[in-house]
């Protein structure tokens, strides 16, 4: 979790008479979580935040399952996904359970008519291909190639972006998103060791304080459904706040990759972490400097977690044929290991230059109708030497 900020004005005590100049009170609202036992931010709005001036009809964004079960190796084609000029319509899910959602998207346009707020789930949106801001009620982040954004439930906010070229990977998580104990000392701070560093977290600026009233839509997701708000005040209206409980990014070009002798295993690539699944970033690295070390990873059996990759960028030593933007599912169970020629090409090599995002889930993940129409169907053969 980021550390302490805060940001805007805020009142010397908690709980206490703050004025605006003209005598009036800003409205206080405590945002936390696990009811009062986990992370928290206190904000000051200039409106209270309760003005809902009416709900239009919810309706259903629930994924569409065609495989409910899978004990198949698959791959899919992310750069084929659907164009679309909305942010909430581009999003199109692809691996799901009951823990998280994987979506992709390819929005073309910048979040105008309304507002967004995750009530169900904290999102991690991985920036594949473009460039931006992040528009929050807690401040504004910009954003490019390779960021994280890690936006808790409950934060409402915007995508603003420059163009018309943007590929996201998405993870919508039903529990929170935290970084790896072993990388956190007893005070929360990130330890020595760490492939990061609190320097590199990069939290909200340029606070909006927008004193309006009038009609403005508010999109909440929730149970798999968007329920339409109008409120009639503005949702970036804060004149400051303080907490542990905020949006923040984290490039994938800050992460120190950890290298040794021999082979490390993904462990040592984790970002973050929940009591269901885990994330990992591959970065460019040197390789393994054992006189003798083969830098391919070795074939494995994982009993416990599937297994997902999305490739971002550069040489898949491990992998032929991949291209940028595919994802490979490997189930529990099933063995799975480097490619024909892989192992032999990988001896003798220094280094390599990929970036990739991964997710290893402790369910087994439900394949939707959208993504079988991404598949490469002939990839779990494609171990067989021809």
Same mark, same amino acid.
């Given at each position: ?283 460019? %690295? ?32 491990? %992998? ?60 779990? %053969? ?5």
């Amino acid at each position: 979790m980021p550390h302490y900020h805060s940001l805007g004005q805020i009142p010397r005590k908690r709980h206490i008479v703050f004025r605006k100049p003209d005598g009036g009170l800003y409205a206080e609202e405590l945002v936390s979580t696990e009811g009062f036992s986990d992370t928290y931010s206190l904000v000051y709005h200039m409106q209270p935040p309760t003005l809902v001036d009416s709900i239009d009809a919810s309706y259903s964004v629930a994924p569409e399952v065609a495989v409910e079960c899978n004990m198949q190796h698959r791959s899919f084609n992310g750069m084929t996904i659907p164009l679309h000029d909305d942010f909430l319509e581009s999003r199109i899910p692809v691996l799901v359970n009951s823990d998280l959602h994987i979506s992709l998207a390819a929005p073309r346009k910048s979040m105008s008519s309304y507002f967004f707020k995750n009530s169900g789930a904290d999102e991690m949106v991985f920036v594949h291909k473009g460039e931006g801001v992040l528009r929050t009620m807690y401040g504004n982040i910009p954003f490019g190639y390779g960021d994280h954004l890690v936006i808790p439930r409950g934060v409402v906010y915007k995508m603003e972006f420059k163009g018309e070229d943007n590929r996201l990977f998405i993870v919508e998580s039903f529990t929170p998103l935290h970084f790896p104990k072993r990388y956190v000392n007893k005070s929360g701070q990130l330890l020595e060791h760490a492939p990061f560093y609190e320097r590199d977290i990069r939290i909200p600026i340029e606070l909006e304080t927008h004193d309006e009233k009038g009609d403005f839509l508010v999109k909440i997701k929730r149970d798999n459904r968007i329920w339409p708000y109008h409120v009639a005040s503005h949702p970036f209206d804060l004149i400051g706040w303080d907490g542990c409980h905020y949006p923040y990014a984290l490039s994938i070009h800050d992460f120190e990759p950890i290298t040794g002798r021999l082979h490390q295993p993904p462990p040592v690539h984790q970002t973050f972490e929940t009591p269901t699944f885990v994330m990992c970033a591959f970065v460019p %690295r040197l390789y393994d400097y054992h006189p003798e070390s083969i830098p391919a990873p070795y074939n494995h059996s994982n009993v416990d977690s599937d297994e997902v990759l999305y490739y971002v960028d550069g040489d898949f030593m491990s %992998r032929n044929h991949i291209e940028q933007g595919m994802i490979t599912l490997h189930p529990t169970g099933i063995p799975h290991g480097p490619h024909p020629g892989a192992v032999e090409r990988s001896i003798g090599a220094k280094g390599t230059d990929e970036l990739a995002v991964m997710v290893d889930t402790f369910k087994p993940l439900k394949i939707t109708k959208q993504a079988m129409a991404l598949e490469n169907p002939d990839y779990y %053969r494609s171990w067989i030497r021809e």
